[in-house]
């Protein structure tokens, strides 16, 4: 029998159908530049935000506090919800950056980094999978894509899962033509998944490895025996490492990280009520978007056996890690959007493989849509800004933005402003009548997600950030907090204990694990409600608060009547 020939992505045309000639540097140089922005804007410049970003800067300031890399304390008590890799590289960048950057923002530059790493490692999957043309539209897919807006730029696990299994596809590509290094690769995502969230992402990078030789020929060779035999000694070494120094810091620590990850902590079995299947497929139509209708298109193309079919690796590698993460997720017990922030990676790889052969009445509806979309967004932000600086914030948009604050004067900063006259200059410029093309629609598509999210992030950070922040409200109840004596939380969310602690340095002692403290005051966080404060048998009332504009969370400090 025959050995399979080896795998190569070149295709037998040296004609590219990316851009060549003597633009090409000043292209990629504009791809770059566009990437760069997304990636950079919105990171510094505002108080941590609930519920991911204000929880790992907690985690990350406690190991600053305490110098403890092995066990994060959130206010003030052991944190084994998660591996503690992010927290610690927060930390990192603290010290590395403190001088420049206030703790928050210097935590938010790791954020960077994994974001940058998705958009690269994306990239190179692209290109071992389908060719050198191929290796920016990924990353064109993932900045325009909706699910990645605001939670692509918040300190999460799942952004550093997302990390981790974006190396691994790189490293399952890279594997076709260098299984050693494509084995190193992909060892190295297990670890970075595994430190960031734990048995969820190696789990699903080990099953697809061994799934891939079902796929075909191609990946039933020794070299893919040597693949994975890498990547799973990398994979186990790089991961033991945390677990056995839990253990010898304390056995008890160990068995109460594990107990957090048993299997029912990831599956809700079909009997069981949690299950809801068809929660990630609905919210993929949007959180997916554009990639997901790209996907569709692919599919039904290849599917009738066009440009090599389904059996190609570029199909069947991310096809099959979609498959995987997606079958998983819908067993999910307690689901959530963002755990589906690792999908879109592989969506992205498998979006990008036919936009060429997508009918071109199709790509023109696309491009007009976004233009008008983001053009008319572009000019009301600005607007709405403009009427606000000049004459304070009308009641007609504070009661659509259901802020209290009628009259609001946003400040004006003048670095913030001409980044935002910049970037809607270029954008003007960028979608100008020009040759039209399926890449091209992709391009605008990027273009105008991140023109929004710049004018988001610079002229309308100061108003969100008095929106999102903690800071007012905790400092408004510091003053009533008593001078000795502890203090009691009930129902105190992680996000807001780790604030309390960062703007007050107070330590609440929960209820919900000591139900018989004697504190002389009690901090208590309310849902939605409006009136006098509850009353609690014992206790009387000496502060409320709620952050402005959100009627979702009301705080009440009490003093024990003694």
Known sequence: MRAPRPYTSEPADPTELSPSGRWRAVKQAGLVLLAAAWVVLGLVGHDPWKVEDARTFGLAWDVVQHGDFIVPRLAGEDYLAQPPLLPDLGALAIRAFGNLLEPFDAVRVVCG??????????????????????????VLLLIGSV????????LSPELGLTAGITLALYGLALALRRPIAGGVAIGSGIAVAFASRGFLGPAWVLLTLALLPAMGP??????????????????????????????????????GWLDGESIGHYIAWPWADAA????????????????????????????????????????????????????????????????????????????????????????????????????LLAIVVWGIWIDARLYGMSPLVAGLFRDTEIGYQPSFHLGAVLAAVFLTVLWVMLVRPARRSNRRTLLNWAAGVTLVWCLYSTIWLPYLDSRRSYRHVVESSAVHLPERGCVASRNLGESQRALWFYFTGLVTVREETHPQQDCLAMLV??????????????????????????????????????
């Open 113 to 138: 980094v994994l974001l940058a790493g998705i958009l690269l490692f994306s990239a190179l999957a692209s290109r071992e999978l389908n060719g050198r043309a191929y290796r920016w539209l990924p």
């Open 147 to 154: 699910g990645l807006w605001d939670r692509a730029h918040a």
């Open 218 to 255: 191609l990946w039933r060779t020794r070299a893919h025996a040597v693949t994975a035999g890498v990547a799973v000694a990398i994979g186990l070494v790089a991961c033991a490492w945390w677990p056995y120094l839990l253990h010898a810091r304390d056995p008890a620590l160990l068995d």
């Open 276 to 375: 809801a299947p068809t929660y990630f497929p609905r919210n993929l139509l949007w959180f997916a978007w554009p990639a997901l209708p790209l996907v569709a298109w692919m599919l039904w193309t290849r599917g009738r056996g066009f440009n090599g079919g389904l059996r190609q690796p570029g199909v069947q590698v991310p096809g099959l890690m979609a498959l995987v993460m997606l079958a998983s997720l819908a067993l999910y017990p307690d689901p959530r959007v963002v755990y589906a922030l690792p999908l879109l990676p592989p969506l992205a790889l498998l979006g990008a493989l036919e936009v060429d052969s997508l009918a071109r009445g199709f790509s023109a509806a696309l491009d007009w849509f976004g233009i008008l979309t983001f053009g």
């Open 525 to 562: 966080q309310y849902g939605r409600q409006e009136g006098v404060p509850p009353e609690i048998p014992g206790w009387f009332v000496t502060w409320d608060g709620r952050r402005r504009g959100d009627d979702t969370e009301r705080y009440v400090l009490y003093r024990r009547a003694r």
